[in-house]
């Protein structure tokens, strides 16, 4: 008999910061969270690391080249919200290119919003990460359940 594992998904988000802004996007056309803010991220493939990941995300959705020097691993959030995810949000300060939307089929315009301010219509364990970096609180690793409300 063959038992199941247990499955948990790798995403990885990217936080833009200049001048306390951050870049979001209307999610549109999507299976999930449709007409909510959300930040440049995506899944982890299989092969690759996390930093690589969010590069490879960051150039597909905003057109843009981010170095992993620059990356700062701010969270990991392990999420179960409908499936489980492992969270791992970076913050980058320096990049190359203009930000672009590579996926006006799938997202509206990006956005430069205060970090501390998200719209009402933020993806919710978007806004918790947001608050954390927000903060300049160091590295931490969340336990999100949906429904909760704060770190």
Request: aromatic share 10%; charged share 25%.
């Amino acid at each position: 008999m063959t038992l199941e594992r247990f499955t948990i998904v790798p995403s990885v988000y990217l936080v833009l910061l200049k001048d306390n802004k951050t870049v979001l996007g209307v999610r549109k056309n999507t299976p999930w969270m449709n007409n909510h803010y959300g930040l440049i991220s995506g899944h982890v493939e299989k092969g690759e690391t996390p930093e690589v990941a969010i590069i490879r995300e960051a150039y597909e959705e905003a057109g843009i080249t981010v170095c992993a020097d620059h990356l700062e691993l701010s969270l990991i959030m392990y999420r179960q919200q409908g499936r489980t995810n492992i969270d791992f949000f970076f913050v980058s300060r320096q990049w190359q290119g203009e930000i672009e939307n590579r996926e006006p089929e799938k997202l509206g315009d990006w956005e430069w919003i205060d970090l501390k301010s998200p719209p009402a219509n933020t993806i919710h364990y978007l806004t918790v990460a947001l608050d954390h970096i927000a903060a300049g609180a160091p590295l931490q690793c969340l336990n999100y359940r949906e429904g909760t409300t704060s770190l």
